[in-house]
């Protein structure tokens, strides 16, 4: 079987040895084994284990991507394919909440959005569950000065109208897109001002990087099941 030295596989794959030690220390390929000099020397199954998590760590978050692979070292394969899967269910979730958001920016509607029966005011916890966030994200956001809550004078909780719903919405929707706050000031005001051309720009740069994950996704699935496939001959 063709064996690489450490140097080999970190400039195939333009990362470095100690990269491939720190995925070693991790446990996320099989056990390496080591020269008469106790140096390392790397498999084929050991080159296509670090191009998997090279590849996957593309697509997909540093912790699901160490937990798959630990799962494969273990020959948990069916957990493992099932964790890739259901992340790809979150990215089509996410692109479908996208898309209501969207038409309900271009509708100038909001009350159609999930159908939900919304009131002239409602409190931060409502809002956060409507714009499937959590409540010190939108504590952060207003304390970005963009978006602006009132006190409810019986009990000085935050209140939260409809319009600064729509900004909540907004800012959920493009927070990994538009990464300075200023420039999310800008597209809100454009929203006060009924100038929706840049708003609706950016949610199409968010829905074309969320099919661009999507794809890098599946090539990261691709080398995952090569490694599996490599994984199960050695190992039978």
């Known amino acids: 079987m063709e064996s690489y030295t ?7 794959l333009n990362v470095s040895t100690t ?4 995925y070693e220390e991790q446990d996320l390929i099989p056990v390496v084994p080591r020269t008469d000099s106790n140096h390392r020397f790397y498999k084929s199954i050991h080159f296509q284990a670090f191009a998997t998590i090279r590849a996957l760590l ?16 273990n020959s948990r394969f069916a957990k493992a394919l099932w964790l890739v899967n259901e992340q790809q269910f ?7 909440r996208v898309e209501e958001i969207l038409t309900m920016i271009q509708n100038t509607e909001l009350t159609q959005y999930k159908k939900v029966k919304l009131n002239e005011w409602m409190s931060i916890g ?49 927070r ?16 006060d001002t009924g100038n ?18 999507l794809l890098l996704q599946l090539k990261g699935i691709a080398k995952l099941m090569k490694y599996i496939d490599i994984y199960q001959e050695v190992n039978s």
Request: charged share 30%.
């Open 176 to 191: 990994k897109t538009v990464y300075y706050i200023e420039n999310m000031k800008i597209l809100l005001n454009d929203l």
């Open 90 to 96: 979150h990215i089509q979730v996410e692109k479908q």
């Open 58 to 73: 593309k697509g997909y978050d540093i912790p699901i991507v160490y937990e798959v692979m630990r799962m494969i070292k």
């Open 126 to 174: 409502e809002a956060a569950k409507i714009a499937g966030v959590n409540t010190s994200a939108i504590r952060h956001w207003e304390n970005e000065g963009l978006v602006h809550s009132e006190r409810n004078k019986e009990n000085g909780y935050r209140m939260f109208s409809i319009p600064e719903l729509r900004k909540i919405l907004i800012i959920s929707s493009l």
């Open 196 to 213: 929706y051309d840049k708003i609706e720009r950016s949610f199409q740069v968010a829905l074309e990087n969320l099919n661009n994950k």
């Open 6 to 12: 450490p140097k080999q596989i970190a400039n195939a």
């Open 19 to 22: 990269t491939l030690r720190r």
